[in-house]
Each structure stands twice: as structure tokens, then as C-alpha cells.
């Protein structure tokens, strides 16, 4: 079988500049600000018309670019319409995680490696730009948060790393991320041997790890979450936790910073 040859016929005259004709469809073509060209197929000749003339109004009003407007609904699509106080926290563990990244493709560790150390959720990095990413100060704003509200994030030492080692190729941090990234990382979870695991799940990691080292409101502030109800499923109280806490108030030179009680204080007279 033959392939059917597609030629374009651009239109010269300065009403209908941008439209050009391929085969029996009319398409438009474009430039953003970002400086990409985007082409899109319309059909019939005065809707193409219409819409390369919305086009560039958007361009010139709203900074309008394709890739972006794309990437924003797949980020409402890939986020989880319900509450994270609804979920049950699965944190991978040290050893899941290296299994994993043993037969995670090169290509997708970044956004992995980067989901651990940041806790952003997977819509949020699909629709995460540049422009919000300041390696001087060493800070990432989400671009478009799940909260809908500005929300700021450190980056740490592989975070930082990750992202200066990363291509500029447009607006978008991943520009390339596969539309069925959830569904991807599941396969290779899989292929790991890993059980009842999702793409959310490296968000659980993050807020575990840190739930381990710090105190519930930096909890609160890193990982973003606005009610302690939400972050309450991540610290752990038990005997043991509940057992060291206590133990804090032992005069000692380790604590002596905590306590404030004088190097050397003699345990027994307080007895």
C-alpha cells in the first residue's frame, strides 16, 4: 500500500497568515512566547480562522502556550480527586527502593528520584515549569499545587542535583513524561517485586522519611498539608517513640541544648 502524500498550502494574505491547508483539513501555526511553534488541526477553513485569531490574543493577553495549557489537564486529571486523609500512607522502604531503581529505565529516574525528594505528586511535576524552579536559592514552587494555593518547596543537595543536571527543552520540567506515567510506574513496580505500590507512594516516602526526623509542624510545612489530621498518618507513636521522647528531659551532655541543665548535673540528686 502506497502512502498518501500530505502536502501543505500556506496562505499568503495577512487575514488568514497561519493558516495553511493539508490535504482536506485547514490547520493553524503559531508561536508562544516560549518562542515553540505549535501547529493544530482544525478542519474547515473559518473555524481555523477563529481560532488562530483567539490564538493570538491569548498570546498577547495571557502568555498562552499549547504545551502548557496540555500539561495543566493532565495534571487535574492525574491528580487524586480525593482527600489524602482518605489514604492509607505505603512508604517504600530503603531496600524497595533500590529494587526499584534496578529496572527503572534511565529516563524516568529523574522524575522518580525527584518525586522521593520533593513529595510532589505526579500531576504536579507533569505540569511543573522552569520558570517556578530557583537553583540560586535553591527553591522549587509548584506550579500548579493540588491546593491550589502557593506552595514553596527546599530543595536538598539530589534534588538540587537532579535539576541542574536536567535540559531546559521548554517550559516544562518533563516535557516528555509519558501520558500513562502512572500506569508505567506500576509495570515496573511490579517487575521489582514490589506489592501494592503507586506512583503516590514515593509522596509517602518523602513525608515518612522526614516524619522520622523532624516535628509536626516542619512536617506540616514540607509535605504541605494544612490540617494535622492529614499529617497525624505519617508520625509514628508508639511505646518506643513515646519512651525517647521522655528521655530527653534525663540531664545529660547530650541534652544539656534540650534541657537546658548544666553540663555534669548528678542524675542521682534529683532522685
Known amino acids: ?39 493544530e488541526k482544525v478542519g474547515p477553513k473559518g473555524a481555523a ?3 488562530y485569531q483567539r490564538r493570538k490574543v491569548a498570546v498577547k493577553a495571557e502568555s498562552f502556550c499549547l504545551t502548557e495549557a496540555v500539561a495543566r489537564q493532565r495534571q487535574e486529571q492525574d491528580t487524586d ?42 500531576g ?3 505540569a511543573q515549569e522552569w520558570r517556578d524552579i530557583d537553583l540560586a536559592s535553591g527553591t522549587l514552587l509548584v506550579t500548579w499545587p493540588k491546593s491550589k494555593q502557593r506552595e514553596s518547596i527546599p530543595l536538598n543537595a539530589v534534588a538540587f542535583a537532579i535539576l541542574a543536571a536536567l535540559e531546559q527543552e521548554g517550559p516544562l520540567l518533563f516535557p516528555t513524561m ?23 507512594c514515593l509522596r509517602d516516602t518523602y513525608i515518612s522519611r522526614l516524619a522520622q526526623t523532624c516535628n509536626t509542624p516542619t ?3 514540607l509535605a504541605r498539608h494544612r490540617d494535622y489530621k492529614t499529617a497525624r498518618r505519617y508520625v509514628r507513636i508508639d511505646g518506643a517513640h513515646l519512651k525517647q521522647a521522655v528521655e530527653q528531659l534525663v540531664p545529660s551532655p547530650e541534652n544539656d541544648s534540650l534541657t537546658g541543665t548544666t553540663t555534669g548535673t548528678n542524675v542521682s540528686r534529683l532522685l
Open 219 to 221: 512536617l506540616m510545612a
Open 81 to 122: 480527586p480525593l482527600p489524602e486523609a482518605n489514604e492509607h500512607p505505603r512508604p517504600l522502604s530503603h531496600e524497595e527502593e533500590e529494587r526499584l531503581f534496578a529496572v527503572l529505565p534511565e529516563h524516568y529516574k529523574p522524575i522518580v528520584t525527584l518525586a522521593l525528594h520533593t513529595g510532589l505528586r505526579l
Open 178 to 200: 509519558p501520558k500513562k506515567m502512572s500506569d508505567l510506574f506500576i509495570k515496573y513496580v511490579r517487575k521489582a517485586g514490589i506489592e501494592g505500590a503507586t506512583f503516590h
Open 49 to 51: 480562522r477563529e481560532l
Open 124 to 126: 504536579e511535576l507533569r
Open 1 to 39: 500500500m502506497c502512502a498518501t502524500l500530505q502536502v501543505s498550502f500556506p496562505i499568503s494574505s495577512e487575514k488568514d497568515r497561519g493558516l495553511f491547508l493539508r490535504g482536506d483539513n485547514w490547520w493553524i501555526r503559531w508561536t508562544c512566547p516560549y518562542g515553540h511553534e505549535h501547529r
